[in-house]
């Protein structure tokens, strides 16, 4: 062998044009999305009344739910893994929350290509969808009266 071959070549460096000031402002970013969704997994103190407010009686009512929804729920928890509709809510909330702070925190100089609005849309139509779903399902829950139903 020659000596030449023997030799250890430095890798090359990837000829990227990303200035250090652009992948700064992308680390930033990052960092205040993975802020964000810590944040949103951390249980919400909001949820709990304050001592002062009167709680107002709980109320009992009693719906009649076509069989054909009762399926479509199963379903839908299933596909969206969830436990119940309120996971599947929550999970379109976050959705749309993670996608709003996005588009918050584009420059307003910042040139936004067509395709990374077309992806940006792409993302949009998941929560999109599983709303369109459960309001579909709501809209088949009919009121009953509890002296025409002993279920109740």
């Known amino acids: 062998m020659s000596q030449k071959s023997k030799k ?43 001592p002062h407010k009167k709680k107002e009686p ?3 009512r009693c719906y009649r739910v076509p069989g ?20 599947i809510l929550q999970k379109a909330h976050n959705e749309f929350f993670i996608i709003s702070y996005l588009l918050r925190n584009f420059n307003e100089c910042e040139d936004v290509a067509g395709e990374i609005m077309y992806q940006i849309g792409e993302h949009m139509a ?13 809209v088949d829950y009919h009121p009953q009266s509890f002296e025409s139903n002993s279920d109740c």
């Open 8 to 50: 250890a070549h430095p890798p090359t460096q990837p000829d990227t044009n990303i200035s250090p000031e652009t992948i700064n402002d992308f680390t930033e970013k990052l960092q205040e999305l993975t802020e964000a969704v810590l944040a949103l997994s951390q249980p919400s103190s909001t949820t709990e009344e304050p």
């Open 58 to 60: 709980d109320q009992i």
């Open 68 to 87: 054909r929804v009762v399926r479509e729920e199963q379903e839908s928890l299933i596909e969206y893994k969830a436990d119940n509709l309120l996971d």
């Open 126 to 138: 998941h929560p999109i969808d599983m709303l369109s779903r459960l309001c579909g399902m709501f």
